[in-house]
């Protein structure tokens, strides 16, 4: 794998698991550390069998190891762990830093994950995931004009910063590759939510509009979430619009409204996408999924069904696709996404479930030290046979 050899140490719990979970997948050997009573997010909802959810997927194919910062053993653990490793991602607050700075040498490469940053009025503010996906605007625009700002689905604002976080750190390791050494990184959660806030901050750069919570509208005007008489479907009044206004007129009087020559521009449909959509969904109401979608595939109109979330395991086209992976130790009742990437040269390795039990610091350590000839040996799990992904 890509990163194989290279010695990731994670003190971050929530806010940075997915970071370093993505350097596993690449080959990293990973070390999450947690404090006596257990990381944060072991606690996390939902629960499967006594089992977090978000632990099992943020924190899978990494080692595990116990340590307690407030006992000067622990803290010299700590330090002879950091002075071994390439990455460290550290999400501690920054008092705590002060009372324990971490010894990183000049190769040691450093992400700082704070909710507002290291610097500036709002360094010492405390934030959660829903804070920092407040902050960032995720919040305020997200749900139906006339009802209260909706929370974003799961975590989002710490998926986002497991997403750049794992990006400034293969950065950061080119960059040491090219001048030798490189400073710690400052990663704010709310900085990574704001970017991940899709349309909003382009389309006030773009025209000074502020943008108003529009439920299920998107924000090009050209797609919207209906209701069909059995679930729900993401409707477009893109592509063939002759088609699509002809094939809805032939099936809802309502609609033959489209068929005015005035409709065929789709800067005018985006100008009055209320009222295009709302006739679509007169019409979707008395239709089911199946009719829709089926019926659009058939003209080449792109309408996609709204997939529950504890349906998306069994999707057809993602399982034929190989997106879907079991862990690899025969639980065969959790599934998760497979890895953002594919390697013609190395299959993703299998997917390990958080450990139990820790590991012993010395253990680690052996691992992570040179021996006489300047090589590590990086603690890896016994190979197994991996069948590459279909298509």
């Known amino acids: 794998m890509p990163l194989t050899g290279l010695r990731v ?129 995720m919040v305020f625009v997200n749900g139906p004009s006339d009802r209260e700002p909706l929370a974003p689905f799961g975590l989002a604002a710490y998926a986002a910063t497991g997403l750049v976080g794992a990006t400034a750190a293969l950065l950061a390791l080119a960059v040491r590759d090219r001048a030798g050494e490189v400073g710690a990184v400052d990663l704010a959660v709310t900085e990574a939510a704001a970017a991940a806030v899709e349309h909003v901050t382009g389309l006030y750069r773009q025209t000074g509009e502020v943008q108003r919570r529009q439920g299920t509208l998107h924000w090009s005007r050209t797609f919207r979430v209906g209701e069909a008489r059995d679930g729900l479907v993401l409707m477009t009044h893109l592509g063939d619009w002759t088609t699509l206004s002809q094939w809805v007129a032939s099936e809802c009087p309502e609609a033959r409204i489209l068929t005015d020559p005035a409709w065929e521009s789709v800067d005018y449909r985006k100008k009055h996408a209320e009222a295009v959509f709302s006739v679509l969904e007169t ?94 040996s990086v603690h890896r799990p016994a190979p197994q046979a991996v069948a590459a992904p279909p298509g």
Not at 286 to 307: H, I, N
Not at 312 to 336: E, H, K, N, T, Y
């Open 283 to 376: 019409w979707l109401r008395t239709r089911s999924v199946d009719e829709v979608c089926t019926g659009a595939s058939l003209r080449r109109l792109p309408f996609a069904p709204v997939v529950r979330p504890e349906s998306i395991a069994d999707a057809p086209q993602l399982v034929a696709r190989g997106f879907v992976r079991r862990f690899s130790d025969g639980d065969a009742g959790i599934a998760f996404p497979a890895p953002p990437w594919r390697f013609s040269a190395c299959p993703a390795p299998p997917r390990r479930l958080p450990p139990a039990h820790s590991e012993e610091v010395a253990a680690v350590l052996r691992d992570w030290t040179p021996d006489a000839d300047g090589l590590r």
């Open 9 to 137: 140490l994670d003190f971050s719990d929530h806010a940075g698991a997915l970071c370093s979970r993505l350097l596993a997948d690449l080959g990293a050997d990973v070390v999450r550390v947690e404090p006596p009573d257990g990381a944060a997010v072991r606690r996390a909802d939902p629960q499967r069998d006594g089992a977090s959810l978000a632990d099992l997927y943020a924190n899978a194919n990494k080692r595990r190891l116990v340590l307690d910062f407030t006992t000067p053993a622990g803290r010299a653990d700590g330090c002879a762990l950091v002075r071994q490793a390439d990455v460290v991602f550290d999400a501690r607050p920054p008092v705590e830093w002060e009372e324990f700075p971490l010894p990183a040498g000049p190769r040691t490469i450093v992400i700082r994950i704070t909710p507002f940053g290291m610097t500036g009025p709002r360094a010492p503010w405390r934030g959660s995931d829903l804070v920092c996906a407040a902050r960032a605007g």
